[in-house]
């Protein structure tokens, strides 16, 4: 009985937050065409049976009142923490715009609806034009300007043409979660290519985890010459997921950076005991070491750990008879410096038994 009984409120929960998406006013002397367009609607958004979308309708009096109710959920859901989701990638040979969509499991973010919106506004966001740059760094992207762009899902639960705000509000009242648009950037360059990299990806342009890179060419890149290019910058952008660079060079890598692990480092070699000359010397191997690890040019890579990625861009730029550089690059992982809510699911049990 008790199982029937929550069956019986989830599906109810599920009519109502469909229905608060709906965002049409209906009043109970509407006409029956206009009924049954509504229940048409709500059922193909459901999968309910049609017996169960009328009843809910008709005690709602046709409402207009439940979707206000229903953007109130809404904004309750939102103080949830949403560390589950996708990065979505579009790019183009010059350009790519990269986005984090959020929501609250892994569930949803293998939702289809999901995915249908986190590929949609990538290639919003890729053709955004507020965005705000850095050296070595991608264009940071406007997020109200980028909410304020259209797009069109076209998918059978969310057809026509809204804004990405009211898309994100709409997956989160199908999906009873909170979906969050957390961050997006582009990165372009004018004498090269942009390459990229999606790791754990369910899907063409969806990842967990994602790195993308321009490679610059001096004096641009002729067509012929783009095929040895988009396999240099696909190897490297690879790399870049896995070795987790986080300055260009040695000559990037700031003096904050280096003095915070110097003292560090000095403080494990004090406990040797050895003498302060070989403590000395001992913190700056391990420096100039911690720098190779850091640093994109001098790290090893990945694939072959006998080159470095130095020494790939070398050999490239010799092979093109063109000097080849990274420009910029980014790594972006799903839920990445968000505070999960650690739960304990087995006294959640023995709450709700007792």
């Known amino acids: 009985m008790a199982a029937a009984a929550a069956a019986s409120s989830a599906k ?73 989701g996708l990065i979505s990638v579009a790019l183009n040979q010059k350009c790519a ?39 070595c760094q991608p264009d940071v992207i ?15 639960k969310l057809q026509g043409e809204v804004s990405v705000h009211d898309a994100v509000a709409e997956v989160a009242a199908i999906t009873g979660e909170n979906v969050k648009l957390r961050r997006a950037f582009c990165m372009s360059t004018a004498t090269g290519l942009v390459s990229s990299y999606l790791h754990t990806s369910p899907f063409p342009g969806l990842a967990r985890i994602a790195g993308l890179l321009t490679l610059e060419v001096e004096g641009g890149c002729p067509e012929e010459q783009s095929l040895i290019l988009k396999e240099t910058g696909s190897n490297l952008a690879m790399h870049l997921v896995a070795a987790r660079p986080l300055f260009l060079s040695k000559d990037h890598v700031t003096s904050e950076a280096l003095n915070l692990e110097r003292d560090i480092l000095k403080s494990q070699a004090l406990t040797t005991g050895k003498p302060q000359s070989v403590v000395d010397k001992m913190v700056e191997g391990r420096l100039r070491k911690y720098v190779e690890e850091i640093a994109f040019l001098e790290q090893k890579f990945v694939v072959d750990d006998s080159k470095t990625v130095k020494g790939i861009l070398d050999a490239v730029s010799k092979n093109l008879q063109k000097t080849v550089t990274i420009g910029k690059f980014f790594r972006m992982e799903v839920g990445e410096g968000i505070e999960r809510e650690h739960k304990d699911f087995a006294a959640e049990v023995a709450a709700q038994a007792s």
Do not use: Y
């Not at 459901?46 to 169960?52: E, F, L």
């Not at 990538?122 to 053709?127: E, M, N, P, T």
């Not at 406007?142 to 076209?154: G, K």
């Open 12 to 84: 109810t929960l599920t009519l109502f937050k469909a229905l608060a998406a709906v965002g049409r006013s209906f009043s109970s002397d509407a006409s029956g065409s206009v009924q049954t367009a509504l229940i048409k609607q709500l059922r193909e958004r459901t999968g309910a049976p049609i017996k169960d979308v009328k009843a809910l309708l008709m005690q709602c009096g046709w409402d207009s009142e439940l979707r206000r109710k229903g953007l109130a959920a809404a904004n309750k859901k939102a103080s949830r923490v949403a560390a589950e």
């Open 97 to 135: 715009a990269i986005v984090e969509i959020n929501s609250e499991t892994d569930f949803v973010a293998r939702n289809d609806l999901f995915q249908k919106l986190a590929i949609s506004i990538a290639k919003s966001a890729l053709a955004a034009e507020v965005f705000v740059g850095a050296p």
């Open 142 to 156: 406007n997020l109200q300007s980028l909410e304020a762009l259209r797009v069109d899902l076209e998918h059978p």
